[in-house]
């Protein structure tokens, strides 16, 4: 049987508000499979990744999963639909966040320990028979592992003590210190500060709306006497609830941004030293040298989710840095990149298509069904409307 750590991860999901009704146990995706022979049930070290598309955490565990080329079972949560609150989802993270992943015995659901895992346990010219393996995070956790572990799989962290691995965990630590959910919520909250935004007015109307009756809402659940509406998950909405207040101020919102700016000057620079250092050298160059590592994972995420948001005519497309235009423009064309984010046109039906359908599909209409489908389908015809008019107008 499987035990979860006990890490509580951090938030990475840009879904800024969870919805309060909640269909536990309902959800035909994730019942288990009683087949014995179906193909989950042959290898005790299967692959399980629960995620959400829109979840930036799980965006980059995903590219972790597919630069690896590894066989992966994916499992998607939907935020919006308030499956992580689900008890099936809760009995693997009492957290409520995704992404979780599960490696035959273990159940790992802390982003950054799920990263050293997977990196220790899958890497090229390394076979494990029921080794031991320690990971980073808030506390150090030993995980067993019984793979066999295939010579061309790609090693994403140099090894330690080299300056390639240490220039790696710099930009690692450097890049995930980035407030994401600030950037997200804020620029959701405040379109008149990005360009181009991928996300429809009608969520900022939404989130607003849901802000509105964040009080009335809080107050009701105080006088519910549902068993899952304990002590701390109040606490955890009323946190949630003040966090999204304050990136909804946009003097607070200016300053991250230009802190954000002065991150991507490094980052520039960084690249022109990499020109200079392998001046002549015929290889592709990237954030650390010419090898593609983690660092370079992280950076094309931020990348792809600061061009969704709008951003992106602000730091790079304008001219500015041109070294990280060229990177970008590289590594959207990588097989993993293109499989996991798509083309960032769509990125946002992508989620919402899959959540009206399976809305529907886990309850019969009902006056928040309809509208959300209604919402849902509106949403994607005015969303397919723009994109069309952007690439063929």
Known sequence: MATPNNVTPTNCSWWPISALENDAGKSMETEEIQDPAHPAFRSKDRLVLYHWTQSFSSQKVRLVIAEKGLPCEERDVSMPLTEHKEPWFMRLNLGEEVPVIIHGDNIISDYNQIIDYMEKTFTGGKTRHEATVKVRGPREEFFPSSCCISENVAQL?????????????????LLDSLPMDAYT?????????????????????????????????????????????TEPYLSKQKKLMAKILEHDNVNYLKKILGELGMVLDQ???????????????KCELWL???????????????????KFLGLSKKYWEDGSRPNLQNFFER?????????VLGDIHTTLLSAVVPNAFR???????????????????????????????????
Request: glycine share 8%; proline share 4%; with cysteine.
């Open 157 to 173: 962290i140099p090894e330690a003590g080299s300056l390639l691995h240490s220039r790696v965990m710099q930009y690692r630590e």
């Open 185 to 229: 919520h804020g620029c959701i909250l405040h379109p008149e500060l990005t360009t181009d935004s991928m996300i429809p007015k009608y969520a900022t109307a939404e989130i607003r709306r849901h802000l509105a009756n964040a009080s009335t809402d809080l107050l009701k659940l105080d006088h519910e006497e549902e068993p899952q509406l």
């Open 267 to 281: 980052i520039e620079a960084e690249l022109e030293k990499r020109k200079i250092e392998y001046q002549g050298q």
């Open 288 to 306: 650390c040298g010419c090898v593609f590592t983690l660092a370079d994972i992280l950076l094309g995420a931020t990348l792809h989710r600061l």
């Open 331 to 339: 590594i959207q064309k990588r097989f993993a990149f293109r499989k």
């Open 359 to 393: 809305l529907v599909k886990r309850k019969p209409p009902s006056f928040f069904g309809a509208s959300f489908l209604m919402g849902s389908l509106g949403g994607m015809g005015y969303f397919a409307y723009w994109y069309l008019k952007k690439k063929y107008i």
